[in-house]
């Protein structure tokens, strides 16, 4: 087995026993990159050289016996929406095409502070604006369970990239579910953090009270691994949360004996429209999860109805917001030979970005607009609280709620691009999550009838991923 094919810990453990280098492993993900060129998965792909040398130097530390972070010599990728100093940050699209990052985002500071590799920038929808990675103005990624499907999206170049092992692990960002639900399309392991446990700082934004980074790996343990080494307060966020962070690995074998697990019916009923492959799956996980000691418990999240709707007003209205700082004036994409400051402002936006960008720009700027804000955000604002009131009183009664990832397994390409509604209910499983501020996990969940892989969603209180890589870890056990 290559190197670039192992989890993080496994590859960790090899380091350890001197049985591979760095240098190696950068070798392997490399190659495998160069084969893998058809899922497009990648943007940027750092200079050779440079990666080269880093390796080097961290072989040489371990040689001498210096101390390591827990990450040394491991190569990850990170989304291109998260800054990189010196490194082409394209947030996928043609707006930020040529945009070099001058500083570093927080996470990008933390890994490498770890002794991480970052081996590149993936592939991602515009601005994280889409749920199968065919907005990005660099193309979009291949699938690789199947080339002929969408990875899910916008994380869906990370997604690709673990699962076809184009480096060992990655980082997404989640607004509405884009780390998890293109794990579940994937089959490898999403979290979504809870709001304000990562850093923010660096990270372009797309719906500033909804985006989260977090893991997307092969594992449960290389996710619990991940979070540790990016996770904590940062002062320069100022939605970061001084919460200290657990060693998150020691709860992934601890098994889910004594626990209270909420199946919420609303995500179940026929009006959801769960693909019956998925809800025979997600039932046989549950079943597992009984076996191995849970405790199943009925509960009701009776706003679930309006969360796409919800969600679809708020992170517009958001993405209106921080998306008019892109005029062609300060950096990025100006439009050529305009003869005044409006139209340079007008093409200059008509040009940079695509149209679900602009889909979105209008209806964020019209539900905040003169005479609708009430009627729409505030609305929204307030039917946010009452989700988010009501996974308080379901976790009241239960440890963790279990649910489908995605209502389907990966769909083909264009098949939900001409209708934007359709598109826009692949998140239904995963918004309110984001709506509440609450931690998500999906682990894989068996396969549909065509091969491909499905997921298992997995939510718990604030701060609680402890609880989430428990259950997330009994399952990856049981469903082996």
């Known amino acids: 087995m290559k190197l670039n094919e192992l989890t993080m810990t496994q590859l960790k453990a090899k380091f350890d026993d001197g049985q591979a280098t760095a240098s190696a492993a950068v070798a392997d993900v490399l190659s495998a990159i160069e084969a893998g060129q058809k899922y497009n998965a990648y943007i940027t792909v750092c200079e050779a050289d440079t990666l080269f040398a ?33 490194v082409r940050t394209t947030a996928g699209s043609r707006m930020l095409e040529n945009f070099i990052a001058p500083y570093d985002a927080t996470v990008v500071e933390r890994l490498e502070a770890a002794g991480a590799i970052i081996v590149g920038k993936t592939n991602l929808d515009e601005f994280a604006m889409g749920s199968s990675n065919e907005t990005s103005f660099f193309g979009p990624v291949k699938n690789p369970r199947d080339s002929e499907t969408i990875p899910g999206g916008s994380s869906g170049g990370s997604a690709a990239a673990v699962a076809a092992n184009l480096c060992s692990a990655a980082l997404g960002s989640d607004t509405g579910g884009s780390v998890r639900q293109p794990a579940s399309h994937t089959g490898t392991v999403g979290l979504k953090p809870t709001y304000g446990r990562v850093s923010r700082f660096g990270l372009i934004a797309f719906a500033s009270s909804l985006d989260q980074i977090g893991p997307m790996t092969k594992s449960v343990e290389d996710a619990a691994l991940l979070l540790e080494a990016i996770a904590g307060h940062d002062p320069r966020d100022a939605t970061s949360v ?89 950096y990025g994409y100006r439009a050529d030979e305009a003869k005044t ?51 308080d009183r379901a976790f009241s009664k239960v440890d963790a709620i279990v649910t489908p990832t995605a209502p389907s397994a990966a769909f083909r390409f264009g098949q939900k691009s001409a209708d934007p509604l359709q598109m826009y209910l692949e998140d239904i499983y995963t918004i309110s999550c984001n709506l509440a501020g609450l931690p998500g996990i999906s682990v894989p969940c068996g396969t549909n009838k065509a091969g491909l892989p499905t997921g298992l969603q997995m939510l718990a209180p604030r701060f609680e991923e402890a609880t989430l890589f428990r259950v997330a870890g009994q399952c990856e056990r049981s469903l082996a």
């Open 54 to 86: 880093r390796a080097e130097r961290i072989d040489k530390a371990r040689i001498s016996g210096a101390p390591l972070g827990a990450l040394a010599g491991v190569p990850i990728a990170i989304k291109d929406n998260m800054c990189m100093k010196g």
């Open 242 to 330: 001084d919460r200290a962070v657990p060693a998150f690995q020691s709860f992934v074998a601890m098994g889910v004996e004594g626990m209270r697990l909420g199946i919420p019916r609303e995500y179940f009923e026929a009006e959801a429209g769960v693909d019956p492959d998925v809800l025979a799956n997600v039932r046989g996980a549950i079943q597992k999860l009984e076996e191995a000691g849970a405790t199943i418990v009925d509960i009701s999240l009776p706003h679930t109805e309006y969360a796409v709707a919800t969600y679809y007003l708020i992170a517009t209205a958001e993405a209106s917001s921080n998306l008019a700082r892109y005029d062609g004036v300060r």
């Open 341 to 391: 400051l409006l139209e340079m402002y007008e093409r200059t936006r008509a040009e940079g970005f695509g149209d679900e960008i602009k889909r979105r720009i209008m209806l964020g700027t019209f539900v905040l607009s003169t005479g609708y804000y009430d009627a729409y955000y505030r609305k929204a604002q307030q039917v946010r609280t009452l989700i988010s009131q009501d996974f």
